[in-house]
């Protein structure tokens, strides 16, 4: 047990200072239990293990929650007084319960060895503990009956350590870590706003981009933070205890790690009683800016005063290695030193393309924010950077365009675009030239003009987008009855139109001829939709958008004005798109294409010498990290291979794999830590797409899970009776195969023995069955063979 365990700790969010506790007296524990009282024939067999473990080991100082001294106590600090006290943990992992993963997350993050614990017989909370994923690498203890726990358990706290020894360097340049929840509410939209408001640097971990947080992203993620925001759902809402239960995890790892913690609750509702003081609610949108700002301006007394200093540097050469975030939009600065120029980068930073079309995954925001990077210190230029949550689109879909017809639409929308355009832009103006414009009487008179146009709204436009849009969005939704009534287009806009729109316009051009031209990048439209399944409305967004940068564009030029815009779009946004479009040529594409491997090791061999400052060739540089080679092949076409061919994926793969290899105190990764992060990567990838199918139609949702335990080639008979044997009606067998097809769960076999995948043909599944006939293979992809426990 270390010792500095039992010394107070100097900053507790808990009591918000110093701890106030005394640690005089504490009577030490080898082993500690920790379980629920429910159910009660569970917990029963918890404690008859645990006075048997007591009996068969007398020299064991052996303790469960019922031996806390609470009456009159806080029950936090006893909880935190006996972790701190104890030798192992040993922790109920049977049923989702939110105090349990808080207790978890707290020991973990007070380096304490855990073994969790579950009865195998329980079923209860199965399904959303394979969703949430995060305690998977730990490995559970399980037991059916107390004498099997207590004949098991010696054993286990004999060999019992440290999951994750790893010490973290502070992350200084972005010291904000924000848990999201998958649901963008309009409280996160208020809580993403407040922070960027800020000027805070800030990292998140977002569920809709990455279904499951694995264990070791969870302690880089805290360990390196200052503060850590927690965004919890309302109980009614779809995945809420799957996203509460990994804001509990995460809250106690805060906390236990000395950061300044922020947990904010949507909705009025009970909280668990180990960290309910430290819960914030809110039942209005705009109640968050006044409960997150003692947060934040924490965060920035603490970096003037420096006690944010750095830890202790990686132990070896294998911890320097770093290969950056899953996610671009938490390393927007690291970016910088390693981003890849490719040429589908170097056609959008041209102005060659007006869309960037991919999967999650694929390097859109990298682009976007590649893009950016490159005009965002230029005075000459204006960056207009547009990341909407789709939350808002999805409420003016479903409360006000699905009631309008098909003209009324197009007239809303290309309106209501044309105003945030240029509205945005004359924000973005007022926020980056106000220490220029005064330098030119002429432009200073305009400036100050564009100020005063936009006149009561200039709070609102102060704002973050996300927070500008909402409020654009409920403004039409309080007009529904009026907009319905309408058929003019003048009539329309004069209800969207706040300001003075031609004045606005007018001056917006005669301002720009100080600068050398516009970039407008907008990104993030299609997140909340559904794959494959988007709606006719959901297109109208989309083309009203590029029918409005058009216009724009127009205006822009008749005054010499270099007006670019690029959209960023999913693929099989795209696809439906382009069935909605008679002039297919109009607005060019770039599609994000990830099929060369030499293409991947350049991404790689980028980060590896940026994170190690070793400047050698990437065989080199991947053997003095990687072992060479794994079952015949290169273990880095070994570890592609088992990937969707997405930039992202191959990142994740690649840290599971150092994670494993460190956590198992091995200097270099080899083989077995290899197989054991495919394990892991696998399940990563099976929640993933049980997500996805979900959202598409619930009756897909299961479908991957009939392949556990079958081949991992059949014909297409064999492939439409698994179908059938999943329940999926004769009417749906093409659509389900067609999706199974799309997302790369299947794929086939050419006539050579090559395996196929839609990736290869741009997600065109219909090209793809071009080359199928009765007698060709299906293929299950690599990625899900691991997880399932195929066979050839």
């Known amino acids: 047990m270390a010792s500095e365990l039992l010394v107070p700790p100097q900053f507790c969010q808990y009591s918000a200072g110093a701890c106030n506790q005394t640690f005089d007296g504490i009577s030490r524990a080898d082993v500690f239990f920790f379980y629920s009282s429910k159910p009660d024939v569970i917990a029963d067999t918890i404690e008859e293990a645990a006075k048997l473990l007591r009996t068969r080991n007398s020299s064991w100082n052996v303790k469960t929650w019922r031996d806390l001294p609470i009456n009159g106590q806080l029950i936090f600090c006893e909880i935190c007084k006996a972790q701190r006290s104890t030798r192992v943990a040993v922790v109920d992992v049977t049923t989702m319960n939110f105090n349990l993963l808080f207790e978890l997350g707290f020991a973990l993050g007070l380096g304490i060895p855990v073994i969790p614990i579950r009865d195998t017989t329980c079923t209860l909370d199965s399904a959303e503990f394979e969703a949430l994923g995060l305690i998977d690498t730990l490995g559970y203890l399980d037991f059916q009956n107390a004498e099997e726990l207590a004949q098991k358990l010696p054993a286990a706290i004999a060999s019992a350590a440290i999951p994750i020894a790893t010490q973290y360097t502070p992350n200084s340049s972005s010291p904000l870590f924000l848990l999201r929840s998958p649901i963008a509410t309009n409280g996160l939209v208020k809580v993403l706003s407040a922070i960027k408001k800020s000027s805070l640097r800030f990292r998140s971990y977002d569920p809709k981009e990455q279904p499951r947080l694995s264990l070791q992203d969870a302690f880089r993620q805290v360990k390196t933070s200052m503060g850590v925001c927690v965004y919890l759902l309302a109980d009614f809402r779809k995945g809420a205890t799957v996203s509460n239960a990994r804001g509990a995890f995460v809250a106690g790892l805060a906390l236990s790690s000395g950061a300044y913690v922020c947990v904010l609750q949507e909705g009025q509702h009970q909280q668990p009683i ?340 070793i400047e050698e060739s990437f065989e080199n540089m991947w053997s003095l990290f990687f072992e060479a080679y794994i079952r015949g092949e290169h273990s880095f076409s070994y570890i592609l291979g088992r990937t969707m061919m997405r930039p992202r994926d191959l990142l994740s793969f690649l840290r599971l794999c150092i994670n494993t290899a460190v956590n198992r105190g091995n200097t270099k990764v080899n083989e077995a830590d290899i197989l054991q992060a495919e394990k892991q990567y696998s399940e990563d990838q099976l929640q993933a797409i049980f997500d996805e199918l979900r959202d598409i139609n619930s009756e897909f949702a299961d479908i991957p899970y009939g392949f556990i335990g079958s081949s991992f080639t059949f014909d297409q008979s064999c492939l439409r009776e698994k179908l059938i044997e999943m329940k999926v009606t004769d009417d749906k067998l093409d659509e389900a195969m067609n999706i199974l097809l799309w997302f790369g769960f299947i794929g086939i076999m050419d006539r050579s023995g090559e395996e196929k995948y839609s990736y290869m043909y741009q997600y065109g599944v219909k090209r793809m069955l071009r080359e199928a006939n009765d007698t060709t293979q299906f293929i299950i992809h690599p990625a899900f063979r691991s997880v399932l426990q195929c066979s050839h």
Not at 360 to 373: E, H, L, Q
Not at 488 to 511: N, V
Request: with cysteine.
């Open 274 to 613: 180990d960290y309910r003081d430290v819960v914030q609610s809110h039942t209005d949108g705009e109640q968050v800016q006044h409960l997150i700002t003692p947060f934040i301006k924490s965060i920035y007394e603490a970096i003037q005063s420096t006690r944010f200093v750095p830890i202790t540097l990686p132990l070896n050469a294998l911890e320097t290695l770093d290969l950056g975030d899953v996610a671009a939009e938490n390393e927007i600065n690291s970016l910088k030193s390693y981003f890849l120029p490719t040429a589908q980068y170097n056609d959008v930073k041209r102005g060659h393309a007006r869309l960037v079309v991919g999967r999650k995954g694929a390097g859109k925001t990298a682009i976007f924010y590649g893009v950016r990077s490159a005009y965002w210190s230029s005075t000459k230029h204006i960056v207009l950077d547009l990341k909407p949550e789709g939350h808002q689109f999805l409420t003016l879909r479903e409360h006000l365009l699905n009631s309008l017809s098909q003209g009324v639409q197009e007239h809303v929308l290309t309106a209501f675009w044309n105003y945030l355009l240029l509205v945005e832009l004359a924000a973005k103006v007022i926020e980056t030239d106000s220490r220029i414009a005064n330098k030119h009487y002429e432009r200073f008179e305009l400036y100050d003009r564009l100020v005063q146009i936009l006149g009561p709204e200039i709070d609102a436009e102060q704002g973050d987008f996300s927070e500008r849009l909402l409020l654009l969005v409920e403004r039409l939704l309080a007009r529904k009855v009026e907009i319905e009534g309408f058929t003019g287009t003048s009539e329309i806009s004069r209800l969207i139109y706040e300001t003075d729109i031609r004045g606005l316009q007018e001056t917006l051009q005669a301002y720009m001829k100080f600068k050398d031209g516009i970039f407008i990048l907008i990104d993030n439209l299609d997140k909340s939709w559904p794959v494959n399944a988007a709606t006719d409305a959901d297109m109208m967004i989309i083309r009203s958008l590029m029918e409005a940068t058009r216009k724009l564009q127009r205006q822009l030029a008749k005054n010499d004005i270099d007006c670019r815009a690029v959209v960023f779009i999913r693929n099989d946004i795209y696809e439906h798109l382009l069935g909605q479009i008679p002039d297919k040529g109009k607005d060019t594409a770039i599609l994000l294409d990830w099929n060369d491997e030499e293409a991947f090791k350049l991404l790689i061999h980028r980060r590896m010498m940026a994170s190690t400052k």
